[in-house]
Nanobody, 114 residues
Framework: QVQLVESGGGLVQAGGSLRLSCAAS????????MGWYRQAPGKEREQVAS????????NYGDSVKGRFTISRVNAKNTVYLQMNSLKPEDTAVYFC???????WGQGTQVTVVS
């Protein structure tokens, strides 16, 4: 089974930036698409962004459009999430997910303080 490992989370002030990374244990070519999800305390998990591996087509949640950018580097088996203009409401655990299958990483905490 493929392993996904997220990194890059942390504590940042509102208006700041973070870049999350999701490293896969095998080639990204085995995935149709990969996405970033987040879950805040007491809330359901929501999709933040996704990218198709072959064509690089991207999709974003309304709350992050224009602020977050998802990308992938196939040679590094890694998917990134660049997060700019962070807001306190972006605070959550961020998870990486790959399809097909139900492949999840362990999550990385992002905390935005005002």
């Amino acid at each position: 089974q493929v392993q996904l490992v997220e990194s890059g989370g942390g504590l940042v002030q509102a208006g700041g930036s973070l870049r999350l990374s999701c490293a896969a244990s095998r080639s990204l070519s085995g995935f149709f698409d990969m996405g970033w999800y987040r879950q805040a305390p007491g809330k359901e998990r929501e999709q933040v962004a996704s990218i198709t591996i072959s064509g690089g087509l991207t999709n974003y949640g309304d709350s992050v459009k224009g602020r977050f950018t998802i990308s992938r580097v196939n040679a590094k088996n890694t998917v990134y999430l660049q997060m700019n203009s962070l807001k306190p409401e972006d605070t959550a655990v961020y998870f990486c997910h790959g399809r097909p299958g139900d492949n999840w990483g362990q999550g990385t905490q992002v905390t935005v303080v005002s």
